[in-house]
């Protein structure tokens, strides 16, 4: 049996990734999916402790899948209306490069 | 003090009639200032007459009520005064045999002049081209009587010096009448500073006055006479002799004294109605009347009475010679009425209040009457100097009367226009008058005899107790009065001769014109006032009906007999005096430019006599350009350099400059408040500054910014 320490490390690791796409990458689509990767980060984490405790106590679970369930739904949300946002904002500057959209600079 | 007596209820009598002594003339003065405007001249006259003649009636009906109490005091409280601590004066009426005297005197020959200013003063605003000023006159007439009658019937010294001030303040109005002209109608300030001279004069006496005043509350406790009286016997002599010195000095300003004579001759500014009245008759013996009135103070102290009695005997003699070496008509008249008022105030100083108040009503008639007939002569002069210009100039008189006015106010008087300003008063320019002012005339005559103490006339009989009064108990003042007594008759006689006979010296003399009968009707019931007058207190026995009267106030005292030798000698001397007048003036009357025939045989001492003997000369360089300068150096270093440029200019100002320039406005409020409420802003802006450079519009710095800040979060969280 895999411990649960491993699947948090992998966690951290997407969650990591993902942050990191969020913070270099201009695209905003590649920055929806680095973002999809920070919600899978943390709903493996979710899993894994979830898990985790139903070993612990014997007794069956399902918080964490329950929970992930929600992220899944959030995320699906989320990416429709940032999608929507996206393709609204290009077919009025004809651009998508996250660097150029600074209208709200100080 | 027999007649010590309080009675504050009245027992049957008019008593209560006491305060329309002074409602009277203020009730005539209300109706004239309100309604003065509207009504004619003779209604405005008459209005005050009336108002005079009642308080006369009141005083008739009040002496009545006190010769029916048997001469007892009457106080009639008309309501509270001064209530303070101990001090308690009330607004009473002192009606008792000498305050009804002197009303009686006041009122009656006051309503006279009232009478006879109505003719005067109808002429007189018409040669001054101001008719307008009719009214005014009289309202002031009346405001006289009523301080007048105050004076005289106050119960205490604090209501007399009311009385005091009052008279003092329409002497002032009434000397500076015409304030805008001097005395021969010339566009000056010459009369409103003869009102200023008499009115700052009487202050100095004032003074006196008033520390006479303060010393007898001090020390004596009161200013009720009868308190104040009672008191003496227990007070210092010293004190009662300072109160009685002080007292002095006030007499000596109002009753025109040495030292304080000088404002009376500069007086004569008024209408000529006004110096028989305040400056002759009435005001002026207010003096006499308040020694009389504190005759006990002064019996008290024989040192004081003696110098009161010298101060009024070299007064009369010094007032007499310079009335020898005037010219001006009225002027004689002046000295001669400092010289009879020095006779009265000698005789209350010896002690012969009677003979003093005697002398006191004799001549308030008979100097009424001189003076009334000096302003008749004075006007019959400015009517023939009128009717003799208007003759050489009717072609454009009538034009000239149109602008008059203005005319005035730029080259004096409208009538002067060729150079020469014809004075009416002197009486170089009179002679011969006795033919075209008949009327005048004699009344003139009776006057004079009266003054210059002839048998059987007033005169003789008031002067004639002064002087026995005199030659018994004080020698040099009875030689010092004889002296002055001789000199009066000169004078006198001097004037007559000058005036009324000779030849016409000037145009205006020839021309004159007699005075109308609202002139002559008053001055002929003074005339015989002037000759029975005497029958007052005459000197036989059973005949002392004045000394018996006021022997209710003052305590009966003896009444003398006939001394022939006293009254021989100063006839005598008058009789001489007379032809003596008469070898000079009247042999060969003056002619017209010829001087004076004194002038010779007397060389500077009638110099002296011509000008006053240099009095106001001296009074100028001893105290009144001290004082000038002492007021320039007050006004001009302590005031102006030092007070206004030094203290308030440079120390206050400065001060106040530099605490709102420098301490407040550059250091507190630029430096400090200011410097504070910048720095905010600009530190604000600078923080502002560095605040925008976040604010750098790329998403994702704002979002290393979120995972910083949960990173931060989280750490804390974590390891706290």
Redesign the interface.
Known sequence: MIPVDYYVALSAVLFSIG?LG???R?NPLIIFMSIELMLNAANLAFVAFGRSHEIQTGEPFFGGQIFVFFVIAVAAAEVAVGLALIVEIFKTKKNIN??E?????? | MTAMHFSETVTGGFFFLAPWLVFAPLTGLLINVIFGKRFNERTVGTIASLASGAAFVVSVLLAYSVSLNHGEVVRWRLAEWIHIGTLHLDWTFRIDSLSTTMMLVVSGVGTLIHIYAIGYMHEDVRFKHEEGRFNRFFIYLNLFIAAMMILVSGDSYMMLFVGWEGVGLCSFLLIGFWYEFDTLGRSSWANSNAAKKAFITNRVGDFGFLIAGFLMFWYLGSFQFDEVFAAVAAAPQEIIVAITIFMLIGVAGKSAQIPLYIWLPDAMAGPTPVSALIHAATMVTAGVYLITRSAPLYSSVPEAQYIVAMVGAITALFAATIAVGQYDIKKVLAYSTISQLGFMVAAVGMGAYVAGMFHLMTHAFFKALLFLSAGSVILGLERGHHAHAHHAAHDDHGKKKKEGKKKEEQHGHGDEDHGEVFDPGDMRNMGGLRKTMPVTFWLYIIGTLALAGIFPFAGFWSKDEILLDASLHYPAVYWLLTAAAFFTAFYMGRQIWMVFFGQARTDAAKHAEESPKVMTVPLMVLAVLSVVGGALNLPFEGFHNLGHWLGHTLGEVEGLPLNLQVAGISTALALIAILISWFLYGRNPLKTGQIDPLKKPLGFVFTGMENKWFVDEGYGVLIIKPFKWISQFLADVIDWRFWHDFVHETVILGAYNWISNSALNEYTDQKGIDAFANWLGTATQWISGL??K???????SY??SV?LGVVLILGYLIFK
Do not use: E, T, W
Request: glycine share 8%.
């Open positions: 942050a969020v913070l270099i201009r996250i660097d959209l600074n209208s709200l600079k100080g | 605040m925008r976040v604010q750098n519009g790329f998403v994702r979002a290393l995972l």
